[in-house]
Antibody, heavy 120, light 108 residues
Framework: QLQESGPGLVKPSETLSLTCTVS??????????WGWIRQPPGEGLEWIGN???????YYNPSLKSRATISVDTSKNRFSLSLNSATAADTAVYHC??????????????WGRGTRVTVSS | DIQMTQSPSSLSASVGDRVTITCRASQNIRNYLNWYQKKPGTAPKLLIYAASTLQSGVPSGFSGSGSGTDFTLTISSLRPEDFATYYC??????????FGGGTKVEIK
């Protein structure tokens, strides 16, 4: 229902680019944000950022403006770009739906994840 | 930014054991706290939201409690399929958010 796609290998200093295609429901629903989360090898989950269907974005400050998330409502998908990639960006990248139930939000639907290695 | 700290980072337990995992927030997040289960090679699975509400389809052996800054996830009787890593996540600052560092539950 969410499927990540993109290169599995990125060279250092280049831009890491991934796309998440949403196949269940409309990405334009006001009930959801759409997010990127990654897990480096042997480490925990790290939130990268969220986007609303109108293009409003929110990012983890630790990424220091390297991340850009965009949305294409006509294709029901959203994307992640992470510039100046380093080995520290090597991780499994998940996209996910951040849904609301009343006042509460949670990630209720996830992609299986795609492994990205940053190496020359 | 709100920091989420889980303890322990790992634990060893046997099938049938009662397991408790703690998550502490660096500031008051009321009950805006979610718990996820993560197994290698699979997507995380939502277990509990709003600190204590069980997600549909999640076994009743899982329970959550707490409010403010201190929260717990309890597995009442560990099953073989419960060996995994568990993460808390605060949604108080939605749409920004943060995860805890994770607690790995291993077989003793």
């Amino acid at each position: 229902q969410l499927q990540e796609s993109g290169p599995g290998l990125v060279k250092p200093s280049e831009t890491l680019s991934l796309t998440c295609t949403v196949s269940s429901g409309s990405i334009s629903s006001s009930s959801y944000y759409w997010g990127w989360i990654r897990q480096p090898p042997g480490e925990g989950l790290e939130w990268i950022g969220n986007i609303f269907y109108d293009g409003t974005t929110y990012y983890n400050p630790s990424l220091k403006s390297r991340a850009t998330i965009s949305v294409d409502t006509s294709k029901n998908r959203f994307s992640l770009s992470l510039n100046s990639a380093t080995a520290a960006d090597t991780a499994v990248y998940h996209c996910a739906r951040y849904a609301t139930y009343g006042a509460y939000y949670y990630f209720d639907l996830w992609g299986r994840g795609t492994r990205v290695t940053v190496s020359s | 930014d709100i920091q989420m700290t889980q303890s322990p980072s790992s634990l060893s337990a046997s099938v049938g054991d009662r397991v408790t995992i703690t998550c502490r927030a660096s500031q008051n997040i009321r009950n805006y706290l979610n718990w996820y289960q993560k197994k290698p090679g699979t997507a995380p699975k939502l277990l509990i939201y709003a600190a204590s509400t069980l997600q549909s389809g999640v076994p009743s052996g899982f329970s959550g409690s707490g409010s403010g800054t201190d929260f717990t996830l309890t597995i009442s009787s560990l099953r073989p399929e419960d060996f995994a890593t568990y993460y808390c996540q605060q949604s108080y600052t939605t749409p920004s958010l943060s995860f805890g560092g994770g607690t790995k539950v291993e077989i003793k």
